[in-house]
């Protein structure tokens, strides 16, 4: 999983010492991510976040002050992002205002609120080892896991759930625009690691194109799951 060390040296040559740090930093934020993201915190040692950024060992805790406070450091990069990946309280409050002048219709502005998170989660490759280790943290909580509720998840969802609100028939219960709600959410998680999906379907790689395939097919669902009538 090692990157290219050799451009890393090159690059690093001329630069003040601040310059390095800054690059060296950055650097064990990124392999940190990736190493987190696949063998969860409890998994990644010192030692091994160290040989995989190719630095000295004592650097993760210079910059840092330890494995904690790296992986703390990771989260709040994912949690600066939390509006690139899902839509933020003040654009779903301006979708709700359109549904309710009438100008969008509710299940528009459902299908509306999937696309985006869906291309939030899977059209920027950069993101992807980002929503593993959220994942990763839904199903295992860290200790930081309450930093990560509170200033990601809590937030999101709170979003989400004012648009689920507004769309659905008056008398939805909490309880059920949750139960919606976390259900869209785990549908597009799912494809975050796609291996089994695209191999079942005999796909080589995860194109735009096909992202687009995919989306469009579960926003038609998502509409569908939302916005039908009760039975």
Known sequence: MKTNATCTVCKSKGMTNKA??????????????????????????????????????????YHFGGKQGLYEAILNEIIACRDEVMPGMDVVMEKVSEYESGTLSGEEAVAWFFRSFMSGMLSNPASIWGIMLINRELAAPSEAYSMLDEKFFSPSIDAMNMLLKAVMPDGTTFTEIMIVGTALIGIALKFVNHKAFSDRVGWDEMTPERIDIITETLCKRAVAFVCCNEA
């Open 20 to 61: 390095r740090g800054e690059e060296t930093r950055r650097r064990l934020i990124e392999v940190g991510l990736q190493l987190f993201a696949m063998n969860g915190f409890n998994g990644v040692s010192m030692r091994n976040l160290a040989s995989e950024a190719e630095v000295n060992l004592a650097t993760v805790g």
